[in-house]
Nanobody, 127 residues
Framework: QVQLVESGGGLVQAGGSLRLSCAAS????????MGWFRQAPGKEREFVAAITRSGGNTAYADAAKGRFTVSRDNAKNTVYLQMNSLKPEDTAVYYC????????????????????WGQGTQVTVSS
């Protein structure tokens, strides 16, 4: 098992930046594909970004491309989401997620694919 704790959320003006962190503990962090998801009030949880076990490959939702960057430091057991040029529509609770199955990368955008979730961190972007 792995435990995930997100941090770095907050209130920022439109056009600003935030860096979210997700610290993992438990099993070997490098065994897990990591994903970032978000959920706005009244909406379903949606995919934001994902990164492979080694960090060699990344993937983004269309809404995140060009503005967000996912990265990981396996030595620090941490995955990051750098968010730039934030917009009010980015306001949501952001969650990191993990799964150890080799095939998870194929289904990286599927919320149901991930077995482990953090508690979430609130990001609010004011206009």
């Amino acid at each position: 098992q792995v435990q995930l704790v997100e941090s770095g959320g907050g209130l920022v003006q439109a056009g600003g930046s935030l860096r979210l962190s997700c610290a993992a503990s438990g099993r070997t962090f490098g065994d897990y594909t990591m994903g970032w998801f978000r959920q706005a009030p009244g909406k379903e949880r949606e995919f934001v970004a994902a990164i492979t076990r080694s960090g060699g490959n990344t993937a983004y939702a269309d809404a995140a491309k060009g503005r967000f960057t996912v990265s990981r430091d396996n030595a620090k057991n941490t995955v990051y989401l750098q968010m730039n040029s934030l917009k009010p529509e980015d306001t949501a609770v952001y969650y990191c997620a993990a799964d150890s199955r080799i095939s998870t990368w194929v289904y990286r955008e599927d919320v149901s694919r991930y077995n482990y979730w953090g508690q979430g961190t609130q990001v609010t972007v004011s206009s």
